[in-house]
């Protein structure tokens, strides 16, 4: 039996998050000039995503990921309606539908759009070219190293207001670029299938050490002060004799409520809300709108897991999280994974309400 310290949890289900870096301080369904198509398979390597048609080429596209972006969206125009400008990098731009729809949905200003493989280019600059003609200087294609591009811009000290980094792994290492080649008060859209969360608004307060116990399934939360004096709570001997120490993380909200109620209105104004017959962009960001409750800590726990605990049958979630609020601990649902709660309710807890809804005797 072992206590050992996990990672923090991933921001979204379409692996994305955004922030604002405070450390530096066609047609449509409700008459927006906005298109809302959803993603649609054409012939000869041609989609149609929100009514924009662009052509993949040779490039990786994951026409799943259309959610990701049309929250980039949504974020980047925001950032524009409230600052006057938008100047985007999309760092890592495969085929450009990123940059292309920043420059036709978000109305961006600049977008330099990169990729690092050469035999892109005619592709991007393809897509690109049905806003606006590179001679316009509305946008530029380069083929560097995504840290590259960014640490040329800023040496030359062109800084953006928006920095997209969409890479195939663990982002962490176009982080520092990223950051320095943002503007004071910039947006920061981090997509990738293990990045951990990159930011907040309060540092100081918020990073810690995450710490899960194997033995009750509790997790806690540790300050730097505190590193020396690491336990669990069901006191079992056996717990703190192995210990793995991993952090600094960040263990603040994942999500800035007000933020995410502006972009599901600006996507109600839009008409992209109700269109698809299944609303999963609105849910997602009610959903996310739920877990940035303060009293909500770090991680979440799996409904399977807690049943295996206690060796009984999950009763349903919706049911679990009501007895929860009843009895005064806040949850929500976890947009990570569907069968999951963020709860402050610790795992003994949950067992013991569990087993009073399924009215299974309590040992």
């Known amino acids: 039996m072992s206590f050992t310290l996990i990672h923090p949890c991933q921001p979204l289900s379409s692996s994305c998050?955004?922030?604002q870096p405070n450390l530096f301080t066609a047609i449509n369904c409700s008459g927006s000039n906005v298109p809302n198509f959803l993603p649609k398979s054409c012939e000869n390597g041609y989609h149609i995503e929100r009514g924009l048609e662009f052509s993949t080429g040779n490039a990786f596209f994951r026409q799943e990921s259309a959610t990701g972006r049309d929250l980039a969206v949504l974020a980047?125009?925001?950032?524009?309606?409230?600052?006057?400008?938008l100047r985007v990098l999309d760092a890592l731009c495969g085929c450009g539908i990123r940059s292309l729809r920043y420059l036709a949905e978000a109305e961006a200003d600049f977008v330099a759009a990169n990729?690092?493989?050469?035999?892109?280019?005619?592709t991007v600059v393809e897509n690109l070219s049905r806003v606006s003609r590179e001679e316009e200087g509305k946008w530029v294609v380069t083929h560097l190293e995504a840290n590259r591009v960014?640490?040329?811009?800023?040496?030359?000290?062109?800084?953006?207001?928006?920095?997209?980094?969409?890479?195939?792994?663990?982002?962490?290492?176009?982080l520092r670029s990223a950051?320095?080649?943002?503007?004071?008060?910039?947006?920061?859209?981090?997509?990738?299938?293990?990045?951990?969360?990159?930011?907040?608004?309060?540092?100081?307060?918020?990073?810690?050490?995450?710490?899960?116990?194997?033995?009750?399934?509790?997790?806690?939360?540790?300050?730097w002060d505190q590193l020396g004096q690491m336990s669990c709570s069901c006191s079992v001997p056996k717990v703190s004799n192995s210990l793995v120490v991993s952090g600094p993380l960040w263990t603040g909200p994942l999500h800035d409520a007000p933020y995410l109620m502006d972009m599901l209105?600006?996507?109600?104004?839009?008409?992209?809300i109700g269109c698809d017959g299944k609303d999963s962009l609105e849910k997602l960001i009610k959903l996310m709108v739920d877990e940035s409750d303060p009293k909500l800590p770090s991680g979440y726990i799996k409904l399977d897991e807690m049943a295996s605990r206690a060796k009984i049958n999950s009763p349903p979630l919706k049911t679990l999280m009501s007895a929860m609020h009843q009895k005064g601990y806040a949850a929500s649902r976890s947009h990570i994974?569907?069968?999951?709660?963020?709860?402050?309710?610790?795992m003994t807890e949950c067992i013991k309400i569990a087993k009073e809804l399924l009215q299974v005797s309590i040992a």
């Open 17 to 19: 998050s955004y922030f």
């Open 76 to 85: 980047a125009s925001l950032h524009k309606k409230g600052n006057g400008s």
């Open 115 to 122: 990729d690092g493989n050469e035999n892109y280019g005619s």
């Open 150 to 174: 960014m640490m040329d811009y800023y040496l030359k000290k062109s800084f953006f207001d928006f920095i997209d980094v969409d890479s195939f792994g663990s982002d962490s290492s176009f």
């Open 179 to 223: 950051i320095s080649t943002l503007k004071l008060g910039g947006l920061l859209y981090v997509t990738s299938t293990d990045g951990y969360s990159s930011g907040g608004h309060r540092p100081h307060q918020h990073y810690g050490y995450i710490g899960y116990c194997h033995q009750c399934g509790n997790s806690h939360e540790f300050s």
């Open 265 to 272: 209105n600006l996507a109600k104004q839009w008409g992209w």
């Open 337 to 346: 994974s569907t069968n999951a709660i963020k709860t402050n309710c610790p």
